[in-house]
């Protein structure tokens, strides 16, 4: 399984299970009704926030990947275009002594 997968479903399953077990011990936990809707208020608030910190922070390292992977993919986009020109350098340069060969040759 590849890795961003993993940590996605890491992530997914952390929060789906975080909720379940909240929901759970709130509803088992001898309470009035008006406290028991209260306390399920002050979980789902407590979990939308931390949801969001945690959409914030895989945005951010998100952005951080993206701008790594577009300064590697330049760099070797730069060292590509380097060695072609080499390549080319050195065949222009072998086809050059190939036609001077074939001229003193034929003189």
Same mark, same amino acid.
């Given at each position: 399984?590849?890795?961003?997968?993993?940590?996605?479903?890491?992530?997914?399953?952390?929060?789906?299970?975080?909720?379940?077990?909240?929901?759970?011990?709130?509803?088992?936990?001898?309470?009035t009704?008006?406290?028991?809707?209260?306390?399920?208020?002050?979980?789902?608030?407590?979990?939308?926030?931390?949801?969001?910190?945690?959409? #914030?922070? /895989? $945005? *951010?390292?998100? !952005? &951080?990947?993206?701008? +790594?992977?577009?300064?590697?993919?330049s760099?070797?986009?730069?060292r590509?275009?380097?060695?072609?020109?080499?390549?080319?350098?050195?065949? #222009?340069? /072998? $086809? *050059?002594?190939? !036609? &001077?060969?074939?001229? +003193?040759?034929?003189?």
């Amino acid at each position: 399984m590849p890795k961003e997968n993993t940590g996605s479903g890491l992530l997914v399953g952390t929060i789906v299970g975080t909720a379940v077990g909240a929901v759970g011990a709130l509803l088992l936990a001898p309470k009035t009704g008006v406290q028991l809707r209260e306390d399920i208020s002050n979980k789902f608030q407590a979990l939308s926030q931390r949801t969001q910190e945690l959409a #914030s922070t /895989a $945005k *951010d390292k998100t !952005k &951080d990947v993206l701008s +790594s992977v577009r300064e590697e993919a330049s760099d070797l986009t730069d060292r590509a275009k380097k060695s072609n020109e080499h390549v080319m350098d050195a065949f #222009s340069s /072998a $086809k *050059d002594d190939m !036609k &001077d060969k074939m001229r +003193s040759t034929t003189n």
